[in-house]
């Protein structure tokens, strides 16, 4: 089973400033993952897929990167909406098939 | 527009079973999975599995084998989640989810949640 690490748990950070979150596999997943940004009470919402394309509508301050194991989700300069809790998620090519997720990596108001 | 809208809130006695439904609008609910996550209160998500509402076959993780059953009704475009043998820690919100080739089979669209509290 494939598990994926985050880091750093909580990222504290003032608007404006970058943010650099990591995500890393236990193995080889390509480029299979996926980021989402969750805020309280609500839904996830998909940012990124196949680790570097942006999914519709979303800003071009949140860029992916990254392939195999280790992945970087970058928000170029944080806008007060960005300040929520971030997940990678990982699509298994073989079986038995699973889209586990991360832990997850809060960003917060500094 | 895509929608998913998921049944209301449930409360469940240790043991029991409970059917969380989600109904599809806006696309062709036969074209893409639907994804079932679940999120325990303050921690984060945690995949299910998904069922494909064309054919009804479903994967499921590895977790939840043998307690859960991903069912759907294509007459009505709603998909069903049923979890049994409950636990106190089932008590989560459960998110459907479906998916697409344009996001390359990753959750696009969500539900708005649905609240089970499994407590005696």
């Known amino acids: 089973e494939i598990v994926l690490t985050q880091s750093p748990a909580t990222l504290s950070l003032s608007p404006g400033e970058r943010a650099t979150l990591s995500c890393r596999a236990s193995?080889?997943?390509?480029?299979?993952l996926a980021w989402y940004q969750q805020k309280p009470g609500q839904a996830p919402r998909l940012l990124i897929y196949?680790?570097?394309n942006r999914a519709t509508g979303i800003p071009a301050r949140f860029s992916g990167s990254g392939s195999g194991t280790d992945f970087t989700l970058t928000i170029s300069s944080l806008e007060p909406e960005d300040f929520a809790v971030y997940y990678c998620?990982?699509?298994?090519?073989?079986?038995?098939?699973?889209?586990?997720f991360g832990p997850g990596t809060k960003v917060d108001v500094k | 527009q895509v929608q998913l809208v998921q049944s209301g809130a449930e409360e469940k006695k240790p043991g029991a079973s409970v059917r969380v439904s989600c109904k599809a609008s806006?696309?062709?609910?036969?074209?893409?999975?639907v994804h079932w996550v679940r999120q325990a209160p303050g921690q984060g998500l945690e995949w299910m599995g998904r069922?494909?509402?064309?054919?009804?076959?479903?994967n499921y993780a590895q977790k939840f084998q043998g307690r859960v059953t991903m069912t759907k009704d294509t007459s009505i475009s709603t998909a069903y989640m049923e979890l049994s043998g409950l636990r106190s820690d089932d008590t989560a919100v459960y998110y459907c989810?479906?998916?697409?080739?344009?996001?390359?089979?990753?959750?696009?669209?969500w539900g708005q949640g649905t609240l089970l509290s499994v407590s005696s």
């Open positions: 989810a479906k998916d697409s080739h344009t996001s390359s089979w990753f959750p696009d669209y």
């Open positions: 806006g696309y062709t609910f036969t074209a893409y999975y």
């Open positions: 069922i494909d509402p064309s054919s009804g076959g479903a």
């Open positions: 193995h080889n997943i390509y480029t299979y």
């Open positions: 196949d680790a570097f």
């Open positions: 998620q990982q699509r298994g090519d073989r079986p038995p098939v699973s889209f586990t």
